[in-house]
T-cell receptor
Framework: AQKVTQAQTEISVVEKEDVTLDCVYE???????LFWYKQPPSGELVFLIR??????QNEISGRYSWNFQKSTSSFNFTITASQVVDSAVYFC??????????FGQGTRLTINP | DAEITQSPRHKITETGRQVTLACHQT?????MFWYRQDLGHGLRLIHY???????NKGEVSDGYSVSRSNTEDLPLTLESAASSQTSVYFC?????????????FGPGTRLTVT
């Protein structure tokens, strides 16, 4: 069975600090995809990134970066120089051959001014 | 622009009533999904469909049903609403080619069963 664990339930930092959200996954599929979604206070789910199991290159998009390590089954998300607008619940998710997303429980990130 | 919509956005119903939540997408995606979001559980899959006339049970399907008569719509029916079904419901869709495609989510429906 597939499983995604986000051990950090809530994180609170001061604006401009860097913050890393952890994601650990379990799967028996050899080919799979990992995702991060953002859920701001307004409630919608916003797609941030997709990473496939064959591509372990880190990715950077502006202040956001993602570190995928198959050896530790982790797909961590770092926000550099955090801003108040980054406050949201962040979900890590996994999909395998059946195209169904399995979500972690989410990490509530609060950026304080 | 393509989008995925849900209606109603908020619904209050009584225990035992049948409720149908609508989901409509204009992405022309073959895959559609229903999730529920509850505190402490993240999002859990209720039902999903890979195309017209195809439906499948997800992790928490008891008490729910779906039907897929066209590409655009996947309505979710609660046969006899229970208080345990009070939740926020999200519909999503994705392309069917491979499984690398991200799912696009609707705005959600907040359902309260009293």
């Amino acid at each position: 069975a597939q499983k995604v664990t986000q051990a950090q339930t809530e994180i609170s930092v001061v604006e401009k600090e860097d913050v890393t959200l952890d994601c650990v996954y379990e799967t028996r599929d050899t080919t799979y995809y990992l995702f991060w979604y953002k859920q701001p206070p307004s409630g919608e789910l916003v797609f941030l990134i997709r990473r496939n199991s064959f591509d372990e290159q880190n990715e950077i998009s502006g202040r956001y970066s993602w570190n995928f390590q198959k050896s530790t089954s982790s797909f961590n998300f770092t926000i550099t120089a955090s801003q108040v607008v980054d406050s949201a619940v962040y979900f890590c998710a996994l999909t395998g051959g059946a195209q169904k997303l399995v979500f972690g429980q989410g990490t509530r990130l609060t950026i304080n001014p | 622009d393509a989008e995925i919509t849900q209606s109603p956005r908020h619904k209050i119903t009584e225990t035992g009533r049948q409720v149908t939540l609508a989901c409509h997408q204009t992405w022309n995606h073959n895959n559609m999904f229903w999730y529920r979001q509850d505190l402490g559980h993240g999002l859990r899959l209720i039902h999903y469909s890979y195309g017209v006339q195809d439906t499948n049970k997800g992790e928490v399907s008891d008490g729910y049903s779906v039907s897929r008569s066209n590409t655009e719509d996947l309505p979710l029916t609660l046969e006899s609403a229970a208080s345990s079904q009070t939740s926020v419901y999200f519909c999503a869709s994705s392309e069917s080619i491979g499984y690398r495609h991200e799912q696009y989510f609707g705005p959600g429906t907040r359902l309260t069963v009293t």
